[in-house]
């Protein structure tokens, strides 16, 4: 396994719509071992695959407790297929370091995916875990959470955020 470089906003991978798994093999078993340790050495809940510089339809999670047992769940060609209610939290995102925003997203959805050998799933989620699927599933549509804010709070997403990589270009 190995930690992978992720791409930070404003980077154009983070905008494309990743491509669907059609081989399921010991290449996609490594990249998602390697999205794993990377998300978990961040660290963080989730991880897109484009995220990482790779445009496919892959996520990796675990929104369990951090002082508990791992819990990790890998999805390929992952689709919301219902959802229900709606919530507001505080999202943060590992391609966007250090700014963080409430984001409209739906309270509980169910996920169709595939898993590591193909075989599909469905599963029900809700909470922090139906969050962080919506927000990875939006990584593979090229979608960042700050698109999901209002005009006005995306203006100021982008004026605050040029101050963080100028202040981290000054650092360097």
Same mark, same amino acid.
């Given at each position: ?12 991978? =983070?905008?494309?719509?990743?491509? *669907? ?6 290449? =996609? ?16 809940? &989730?991880?897109?695959?484009?995220? /990482?510089? !790779?445009? #496919? @339809?892959? !996520? ?7 002082? &508990?047992?791992?819990? *990790? =769940? /890998?999805?390929?060609? *992952? ?22 925003? @409430?984001? *409209?997203?739906?309270?509980? /959805? ?10 599909? @799933? ?14 990875? !599933?939006?990584?593979?549509? &090229?979608?960042?959470?700050?698109? @999901? =804010?209002?005009?006005?709070? #995306? &203006? ?17």
């Amino acid at each position: 396994m190995s930690l992978l470089k992720i791409h930070h906003y404003p980077d154009p991978v =983070l905008k494309q719509k990743a491509a *669907p798994v059609t081989t399921f093999d010991v290449g =996609l078993r490594q990249l998602a071992g390697d999205m794993l340790e990377t998300m978990y050495a961040a660290p963080g809940v &989730g991880l897109a695959a484009p995220q /990482v510089g !790779i445009s #496919r @339809r892959l !996520i990796v999670l675990d929104c369990s407790a951090k002082d &508990g047992e791992r819990q *990790p =769940l /890998v999805a390929v060609n *992952p689709e919301i297929v219902a959802r229900e209610g709606e919530c507001c939290e505080e999202e943060g995102c590992l391609s966007v370091p250090e700014y963080y925003a @409430r984001v *409209p997203r739906s309270e509980a /959805v169910r996920v169709r995916f595939q898993d590591l050998d193909g075989v599909s @799933r469905e599963i029900e989620a809700n909470g922090l875990w139906a969050i962080c699927f919506q927000h990875e !599933i939006d990584h593979l549509d &090229g979608i960042l959470f700050v698109d @999901r =804010l209002s005009p006005l709070k #995306r &203006g100021m997403f982008r004026k605050k955020y040029q101050k963080i990589i100028e202040q981290r270009q000054e650092q360097l």
